[in-house]
């Protein structure tokens, strides 16, 4: 079993940036493929970023691209993601989730096996 506990979130201005963990307990951290999702209300939860077990290879949603960045310390059980750049339309909780076996792109539909509660961002004008 896994247990995935995210921080970090807050409110913020546009234009601002924010860093969001994910703290994961259990099963080897290292084994895991890490991604993040958000949901916005009203809206359907989208594929925000997936990062490998080592790291090594990454995706992005092209609505974050270039302004996100996912990392992960095996270290430290940890996962992060980076938030430049903030829009109004990033606002949405957002949670981290975990799959083991091989790693596959962002929009693959293979489901994820362990969720966090999700964490609340929220990018003012």
């Known amino acids: 079993q896994v247990q995935l506990v995210e921080s970090g979130g807050g409110l913020v201005q546009a234009g601002e940036s924010l860093r969001l963990s994910c703290a994961s307990s259990g099963r080897t951290f290292s084994s895991l493929n890490m991604a993040w999702f958000r949901q916005a209300p009203g809206k359907e939860r989208e594929s925000v970023a997936i990062i490998s077990t080592r790291g090594g290879s990454t995706d992005y949603a092209d609505s974050v691209k270039g302004r996100f960045t996912i990392s992960r310390d095996n270290a430290k059980n940890t996962l992060y993601l980076q938030m430049n750049s903030l829009k109004p339309e990033d606002t949405a909780v957002y949670h981290c989730?975990?799959?083991?076996?091989?790693?596959?792109?962002?929009?693959?539909?293979?489901?994820?096996?362990?969720w966090g509660q999700g964490t609340q961002v929220t990018v003012s004008s």
């Open positions: 989730a975990a799959r083991g076996g091989l790693y596959y792109p962002l929009y693959s539909t293979k489901p994820y096996d362990y």
